[in-house]
C-alpha cells in the first residue's frame, strides 16, 4: 500500500513570496490532515478534510494560508503571503476514519524556510 | 494551561533499561490516546494507541492510561539505541480533535 506522497521536500522563498504545497492520501482514506511543525514543536493542525469538506479550520491562519481538496483525493496548502515566522515542515496526514479510531498515517512533510 | 504537556526532555537511559515517558492532558472528556515516535528529519509514525484505563503491551512497549488523573505514559523495556527520537503524546478530545504534545527527546546511550 503505497504512503501519503508529498511535494515538494524543501522549499525555499523569500518573505512576501507565495508558496503551494501537494498532498495525496493513502488511498481510500476519506480524511485529510495539514499540519505545521516549528522546529522543537510538536506537529499543529491547520485544517482537516472530509472528503472534500472542511471539518475543522479554527488554527489555520486564513489571511495567508489557504487550502482546498476539490475532488476529496489530493489537497493543495498554500501561503501567500509568506512570513519569517511560517519557516516550518508542513505534514500531511491521512486516516480511514476520523476522531476517536482515526488513526493518522503521515507524508514525509514539506521542509519551508522563509528568508 | 496547554492541552496536551510532556516533558521536552532529554531523558537519558543507558541501553537495557527502562524508559518511562509521561503525558498528561486537560480535557476529561478526552477518549483517544496516541503515542507517535518522530526520528530527527522524519515524519511521525504511530506506536501504540489506548482506549481504556490501564495497561496495553505490544512488544517491547506498554501503553498506561489513568483517565482520573489525566495522565498516560508509555514504557519502553530493553531500550536500544535505535530508540532515540522524539516521542509524542497525541489525545483526541472530547470535541473530536486531535492535539499533538511538544513531544519528549529520548536519547539512549550504548
Known amino acids: 500500500e503505497a504512503g501519503v506522497a508529498q511535494s515538494p521536500r524543501y522549499k525555499i522563498i523569500e518573505k512576501r513570496q507565495s508558496v503551494a504545497f501537494w498532498c495525496n492520501p493513502i488511498s481510500g482514506h476519506a480524511t485529510l490532515y495539514w499540519y505545521q511543525q516549528i522546529l522543537g514543536q510538536g506537529p499543529k493542525l491547520l485544517i482537516q478534510?472530509?472528503?472534500?469538506?472542511?471539518?475543522?479550520d479554527s488554527q489555520l491562519p486564513k489571511d495567508r494560508f489557504s487550502a482546498e481538496r476539490l475532488k476529496g483525493v489530493d489537497s493543495t496548502l498554500k501561503i501567500q503571503p509568506a512570513k519569517l515566522e511560517d519557516s516550518a515542515v508542513y505534514l500531511c496526514?491521512?486516516?480511514?476514519?476520523?476522531?476517536?479510531?482515526?488513526?493518522?498515517?503521515f507524508g514525509p512533510g514539506t521542509r519551508l524556510l522563509v528568508l | 494551561q496547554k492541552e496536551v504537556e510532556q516533558n521536552s526532555g532529554p531523558l537519558s537511559v543507558p541501553e537495557g533499561a527502562i524508559a518511562s515517558l509521561n503525558c498528561t492532558y486537560s480535557?476529561?472528556?478526552?477518549?483517544?490516546f496516541f503515542w507517535y515516535r518522530q526520528y530527527s528529519g522524519k515524519s511521525p509514525e504511530l506506536i501504540m494507541s489506548i482506549y481504556s484505563n490501564g495497561d496495553k503491551e505490544d512488544g517491547r512497549f506498554t501503553a498506561q492510561l489513568n483517565k482520573a488523573s489525566q495522565y498516560v505514559s508509555l514504557l519502553i523495556r530493553d531500550s536500544q539505541p535505535s530508540d532515540s527520537a522524539t516521542y509524542l503524546c497525541a489525545v483526541v478530545n472530547a470535541g473530536n480533535m486531535l492535539t499533538f504534545g511538544g513531544g519528549t527527546r529520548l536519547m539512549v546511550k550504548p
Open positions: 480535557d476529561r472528556g478526552s477518549q483517544s
Open positions: 496526514a491521512s486516516s480511514l476514519r476520523t476522531g476517536l479510531d482515526g488513526t493518522q498515517y
Open positions: 478534510f472530509q472528503n472534500n469538506g472542511v471539518v475543522d
